[in-house]
T-cell receptor, first 116, second 114 residues
Framework: NAGVTQTPKFQVLKTGQSMTLQCAQD?????MSWYRQDPGMGLRLIHY???????DQGEVPNGYNVSRSTTEDFPLRLLSAAPSQTSVYFC???????????????FGSGTRLTVV | KNQVEQSPQSLIILEGKNCTLQ??????????LRWYKQDTGRGPVSLTI?????NTKSNGRYTATLDADTKQSSLHITASQLSDSASYIC?????????????FGGGTRLMVKP
């Protein structure tokens, strides 16, 4: 099925460990982004990409790295996990970076990360 | 700071009843406002998209309204069903020359009981 695929769905890390959250889309979308969702708060943008080879920081980038070597994939790397990074992470893609009314955003199912 | 505030935070209604969820925003100017439904353990799914010049948009039993003067939007759910139990998120989108900014509300958690 076409869409955004995130793996893993659940992950428990120890403080200081590193890991990569995977995100892939098969819709040839130009724009991809990572958000974190914490209880009672709106989704917050971590990093985004407007095309292969181009990435930029969002609202809460500290502790995370991204790369966009292909149009399809946009992995999120936690460099040294901290308890404050316990959250649900969503990857989203859109046909363009313009956010026009005709540009739908497709979200993945999320990765629930717990750092102990 | 641009904000999107949603109320109530949570709501319980009986199956078959109607309900209205509120979204107040300070984001200005903006390109479009969207309502999303997020089932537990899933990503948000789009319900409605309204440009700043539109007043209302329907999608089945879901009807969104927008008042750009008062900076308020609402999502009305008619004849609720058990499957409507979910979080509903209001998102305001600004567009720039080569980019966009999404400001998310914290969501309203709706529970529909039989």
């Amino acid at each position: 099925n076409a869409g955004v695929t995130q793996t893993p769905k659940f992950q428990v890390l120890k403080t200081g460990q590193s890991m990569t959250l995977q995100c892939a889309q098969d819709m040839n979308h130009e724009y991809m982004s990572w958000y974190r969702q914490d209880p009672g708060m709106g989704l917050r943008l971590i990093h985004y990409s407007v095309g292969a080879g181009i990435t930029d920081q969002g609202e809460v980038p500290n502790g995370y790295n991204v790369s966009r070597s292909t149009t399809e994939d946009f992995p999120l790397r936690l460099l040294s996990a901290a308890p404050s990074q316990t959250s649900v992470y969503f990857c989203a893609s859109s046909p363009t970076s313009l956010g026009r009314a005709e540009d739908g955003y497709t979200f993945g199912s999320g990765t629930r990360l717990t750092v102990v | 700071k641009n904000q999107v505030e949603q109320s109530p935070q949570s709501l319980i209604i009986l199956e078959g009843k109607n309900c209205t969820l509120q979204c107040n925003y300070t984001v200005s100017p903006f390109s479009n406002l969207r309502w999303y439904k997020q089932d537990t353990g899933r990503g948000p799914v789009s319900l409605t998209i309204m440009t700043f010049s539109e007043n209302t948009k329907s999608n089945g039993r879901y009807t969104a309204t927008l008042d750009a003067d008062t900076k308020q939007s609402s999502l009305h759910i008619t004849a609720s069903q058990l499957s409507d139990s979910a979080s509903y998120i209001c998102v305001v989108i600004q567009t720039y020359n080569a980019g966009n900014m999404l400001t998310f509300g914290g969501g309203t958690r709706l529970m529909v009981k039989p």
